[in-house]
C-alpha cells in the first residue's frame, strides 16, 4: 500500500475521481433520492466545470502540498512523528487528522467567515443535490482548501503517500455523502454513525439555515458528533436545497456562479436568518 499510494500516477487518481463519480451517477438513476426537475445532464455540466477549476488549482498548488510532505518524513516533524507511532496507527490518525483539519474544519470556517462563506455558498447555491455537487467549489475556495491540508500536513507530520490515500478516500466520500441515492433508513443512520452517509449530508444543503450551519464532515461522521454540529431530521425527502436569495435559474449557470461572491445580496448579507420552520422538525441528538 505504501509503494502504490507513494508512486500512484496522475491517470490511476484521474480514475479513482472518474470512476466513483460514474458508478454513483449510474445508482443515482436506479435508487434515486429524488426525482430531478430540471436536465440531469445540463446540471451535471456546470458542476464539472468547477472540477476542471479545481484540478486547475490542485495542480498549480501542488508542489506545496509534495515539499510539504516530503520534508515532514525527512525532518521527522509534526506531531505524529514525535508520537513514534508505529506505521499501522500513524496511517489511521494522519487519515483521521487530514479529515479533521483539511475538511471538517475549513468548511465550518467557511459558514462562520463572512467573506469565506461568499466563496464557500455557490456549493450552496445547487437546488437538487447529487454526486457532482461534490465538485462544485469556487476557484477561490479551492485555495482554502490546499491552504488547510498543507498546515494538516506540517502540523501533523504525514508523509506523501498518506496525503495520496487521504486524497483519494476523500475525493469518492465527497461525491458517495453528496450522491441521489436513497438507501434503507436504518443502513443509512448505522452508516452514519462511522462515516458521513448521504442523508446525514443532504441536512446540510437545507435552505434553512439551522440545518445548512450542521454536518459539516466529509469522512467521519465522529468530528460532528464530538463538536455538537451533529443535526438529522426524520425525512430529507421533506428538504428544500438551495439559498432563498438564489433561486433564479440563471444562478445554475457557470458564469452568474463565479460573480457571486462579488455580487451585493439584501443588506450585503445573505438573508437566511428570517426563515421559519417547525422546532420539533429537526433532531439533534
Given at each position: 500500500?505504501?509503494?502504490?499510494?507513494?508512486?500512484?500516477?496522475?491517470?490511476?487518481?484521474?480514475?479513482i475521481l472518474?470512476?466513483?463519480?460514474?458508478l454513483?451517477?449510474?445508482?443515482e438513476?436506479?435508487?434515486?433520492?429524488?426525482?430531478?426537475?430540471?436536465?440531469?445532464?445540463?446540471?451535471?455540466?456546470?458542476?464539472?466545470f468547477?472540477?476542471?477549476?479545481?484540478?486547475?488549482?490542485?495542480?498549480?498548488?501542488?508542489?506545496?502540498?509534495?515539499k510539504?510532505?516530503?520534508?515532514t518524513?525527512e525532518?521527522?516533524?509534526?506531531?505524529?512523528?514525535?508520537?513514534?507511532?508505529?506505521?499501522?496507527?500513524?496511517?489511521?490518525l494522519?487519515?483521521?487528522?487530514?479529515?479533521?483539519?483539511?475538511?471538517?474544519?475549513?468548511?465550518?470556517?467557511?459558514?462562520?467567515?463572512?467573506?469565506?462563506?461568499?466563496?464557500?455558498?455557490?456549493?450552496?447555491?445547487?437546488?437538487?443535490?447529487d454526486?457532482?455537487t461534490?465538485?462544485?467549489?469556487?476557484p477561490?475556495?479551492?485555495?482554502?482548501?490546499?491552504g488547510?491540508?498543507?498546515?494538516?500536513?506540517?502540523?501533523?507530520g504525514v508523509?506523501?503517500w498518506?496525503v495520496?490515500m487521504?486524497?483519494?478516500?476523500?475525493?469518492?466520500?465527497?461525491?458517495?455523502?453528496?450522491?441521489?441515492?436513497?438507501?434503507?433508513?436504518?443502513?443509512?443512520n448505522?452508516?452514519s454513525?462511522?462515516?458521513?452517509?448521504p442523508?446525514?449530508?443532504?441536512v446540510?444543503?437545507?435552505?434553512?439555515?439551522?440545518?445548512?450551519?450542521?454536518?459539516?464532515a466529509?469522512?467521519?461522521?465522529?468530528?460532528?458528533?464530538?463538536?455538537g454540529?451533529?443535526?438529522?431530521?426524520?425525512?430529507?425527502?421533506?428538504i428544500?436545497?438551495?439559498?432563498?436569495?438564489?433561486?433564479?435559474?440563471?444562478?445554475?449557470e457557470?458564469?452568474?456562479?463565479?460573480?457571486?461572491?462579488?455580487?451585493?445580496?439584501?443588506?450585503?448579507?445573505d438573508?437566511?436568518?428570517?426563515?421559519q420552520?417547525?422546532?420539533?422538525?429537526?433532531?439533534?441528538?
Open positions: 500500500m505504501v509503494s502504490f499510494f507513494e508512486n500512484i500516477p496522475s491517470y490511476y487518481r484521474t480514475a472518474a470512476g466513483g463519480l460514474l454513483l451517477w449510474i445508482i438513476g436506479l435508487i434515486p433520492r429524488f426525482r430531478f426537475k430540471g436536465n440531469r445532464y445540463r446540471h451535471a455540466g456546470s458542476n464539472l468547477f472540477t476542471l477549476t479545481t484540478i486547475v488549482v490542485n495542480t498549480t498548488f501542488a508542489f506545496l502540498i509534495v510539504a510532505s516530503q520534508w518524513s525532518a521527522k516533524f509534526g506531531l505524529l512523528y514525535w508520537l513514534q507511532l508505529p506505521l499501522w496507527l500513524h496511517t489511521i494522519a487519515v483521521l487528522m487530514l479529515d479533521l483539519i483539511g475538511a471538517y474544519l475549513i468548511h465550518l470556517v467557511q459558514h462562520k467567515t463572512a467573506w469565506m462563506w461568499h466563496f464557500h455558498k455557490i456549493h450552496h447555491i445547487d437546488t437538487q443535490i454526486a457532482t461534490a465538485l462544485r467549489h469556487h477561490v475556495e479551492s485555495l482554502f482548501r490546499v488547510a491540508l498543507f498546515i494538516a500536513i506540517l502540523t501533523m508523509p506523501f498518506m495520496m487521504y486524497q483519494s478516500l476523500s475525493a469518492f466520500m465527497s461525491q458517495f455523502n453528496h450522491a441521489n441515492i436513497h438507501l434503507p433508513k436504518w443502513l443509512d448505522a452508516l454513525w462511522v462515516i458521513v452517509s442523508d446525514m449530508h443532504k446540510h444543503h437545507s435552505h434553512y439555515q439551522p440545518e445548512t450551519d450542521s454536518n459539516y466529509n469522512i467521519f461522521s465522529v468530528w460532528d458528533r464530538l463538536f454540529t451533529f443535526v438529522v431530521i426524520p425525512d430529507t425527502t421533506s428544500r436545497y438551495g439559498l432563498d436569495e438564489y433561486q433564479e435559474p440563471r444562478y445554475q457557470i458564469g452568474p456562479l463565479l460573480k457571486v461572491p462579488w455580487e451585493q445580496t439584501l443588506a450585503g448579507e438573508n437566511r436568518s428570517g426563515q420552520k417547525p422546532a420539533d422538525n429537526t433532531i439533534i441528538p
